[in-house]
Nanobody, 118 residues
Framework: QVQLVESGGGLVQAGGSLRLSCAAS????????MGWYRQAPGKQRELVAT???????NYADFVKGRFTISRDNAKNTVYLQMNSLNAEDTAVYHC????????????WGQGTQVTVSS
């Protein structure tokens, strides 16, 4: 069973910052493109940011300039630094690992709650 272990969520005031972390097994992390998605109550899950094995980043328009995704290959961990948070960023944030090893895979973490108070 592949595990993606997220941490770093919590309650923060508008304008504040949080850093999310997602740790994966070494084998999976080394062959995966990693990403963060979020799901707010009553809404569909949406892409926040992704980073490829080679470090190419992609962001949703609504987080550009505020959020930064990064990966530490030595620690098998992907991060999401979130600055200038607002109430619309309130959601459960899920880590994702996507790649191929004999067959394609698409793994999800259980999510970490981010709540921004206005």
């Amino acid at each position: 069973q592949v595990q993606l272990v997220e941490s770093g969520g919590g309650l923060v005031q508008a304008g504040g910052s949080l850093r999310l972390s997602c740790a994966a097994s070494r084998i999976i992390f080394s062959i995966s493109d990693m990403g963060w998605y979020r799901q707010a109550p009553g809404k569909q899950r949406e892409l926040v940011a992704t980073i490829t094995r080679g470090g190419i980043r992609n962001y949703a328009d609504f987080v550009k300039g505020r959020f930064t995704i990064s990966r530490d290959n030595a620690k098998n961990t992907v991060y999401l630094q979130m600055n200038s948070l607002n109430a619309e960023d309130t959601a459960v944030y899920h880590c994702n690992a996507r790649g191929s090893l004999y067959s394609s895979f698409d793994y999800w973490g259980q999510g970490t709650q981010v709540t921004v108070s206005s």
